[in-house]
């Protein structure tokens, strides 16, 4: 491995990945460095929407006399807006493998019905946002059509129903592994990366950065003419190790899903609401099942602040039973939950959040070359990793000439299978290192609905000449694996 670099990028989460991939195409010799795993961060635990960012407008329509108090905010929402749609239509193009459509729909009550022109509107707006790429198939139902409606038998005041919105979101299939897909486009063209390895140290020195590396088997640095940090909920712990600890930029927001099995009626259908606090609530299919939320609540940045609580399980409960009282789910009828927290930028009183999804150069708040993202999206990774890419050339000559972003990669194994060819590729080709790395994050089976627990043993033993496992080495990595469904997932079976 190289010493000096031209950027080292600190996390191996969406937005560290498209960074990666965007600084190394534009010539920067660039290093990636994650703690655990790549993807295992907050983009594990999302609702793996790639949005088409209605909800961004409805933010910003609101009424006019909260435009005119903060156009800042509307101007910002309706620019998410837009990015959210190009995303969408880049993203399904680059990698349709990845995504899958998904019909939503949305009721309109007494308390949340527009007019029909509204949402022609706003679906108008969106779809100029893309040129129209990919269809929205925007679908305005009467009363009667919306009453009628499979996927809304059983909800609350359905006779009281003035229609629906029906239309087409994206979901991620398995976001962990557009990370990893992200990371090893970004390798093949040249950039390095390592996973379990932290950053533990950032020091200035004449004009570089002195990182610290550290890994189990010990620590190491490395120089870098620039640091960019894409550590997520975490940017922060990263400015003050390079001994700035005053500047904030970042607040964490906590959310959490549930899955359970709905009625066969919304079975591949979506449905989206708002709670009483404005919050977006999902049901959301996968596979069989639906995962539905998110809850939102405050972090506190303890890692126990990324796990599921069951105050928020019985929440999404309630939420939902309000919605569906005919439903009558009960906690044993919850099979798992997850909780991320949400890197969201600070705002301007330096208490609540802001809606911006932005770089940030450090340079003139004493961080020379030290670069940071906030607030970032799984849905608009790529506009993130340019947006860096061009915060990082206003200072900085890349040491080598440009190349291609995305070079195709050698076909991969079936990655929805255990098989012996699906292992190897993960660990051989992939840097898988546990048997969460390989079952979650390089194999989609570990989303499946026992989270993976079925496969332990086999693929532990499929994985151990590869990683020269002993027995009891195997054993540890089952148990380990077993023992995160339960504590990071809350696991209710066997
Ligand atoms: C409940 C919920 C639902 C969501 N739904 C959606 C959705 O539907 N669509 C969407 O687009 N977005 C969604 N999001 C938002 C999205 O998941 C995140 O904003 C995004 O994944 C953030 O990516 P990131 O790379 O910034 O952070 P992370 O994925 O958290 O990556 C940061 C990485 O930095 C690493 N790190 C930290 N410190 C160090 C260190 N010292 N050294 C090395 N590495 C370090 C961490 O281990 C971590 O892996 C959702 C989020 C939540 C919580």
Known sequence: MSEIYDTVVVGGGIIAAAAGQHLAAAGYRTLLVERDDYGAGTSSKTSRLQHCGLGYLSAASGSLSAFLAHPRVAIECFSLMRRSMQGRAEFVRLAPERVKPVTFIIPLTPENAIPRWKARLAFGLMAASDGGQVPLDLRMLSSEEARAHP????????????????????????????????????????????????VSGLKREDDVWRVTLTEAQGSREVLARAVVNCAGVWVDEITAMAGAPHIRKNIGEKGTNIVVRL????????????????APFYLIPWGELHYVGPWDSASDGRPEGFRPTETEILAILDQLG?????????????LYA????????LGQDGESSAPAVREHDLTDEGLPNVFTFTGGLLMTHRDAGRRLTRAVARRLKPSDPPGPLDVPLPPLPNMDEVTEASVAHAIVNEQAHTLSDILRRRLSVGWGPDLGRCHAETTARLAASHLGWTQEDMAAQVTAFLDETSTEFSFQGN
């Open 151 to 198: 996927a809304l038998q059983g909800m609350a005041g359905l006779r009281d129903i003035r229609g629906a919105m029906s239309f087409t979101e994206y979901q991620y299939h398995w976001p962990e592994r557009i990370v990893v897909d992200t990371v090893m486009k970004a390798r093949a063209i040249g950039m390095e990366a390592l996973n379990h390895t932290a």
């Open 263 to 278: 009625p066969e009626t919304l079975r591949g259908i979506g449905f989206e609401t708002v709670t009483a606090a404005g």
């Open 322 to 334: 309000r919605l569906f009282p005919g439903f009558g789910l009960k906690r044993e009828d919850v």
């Open 338 to 345: 997850w909780a991320g927290v949400r890197p969201r930028s």
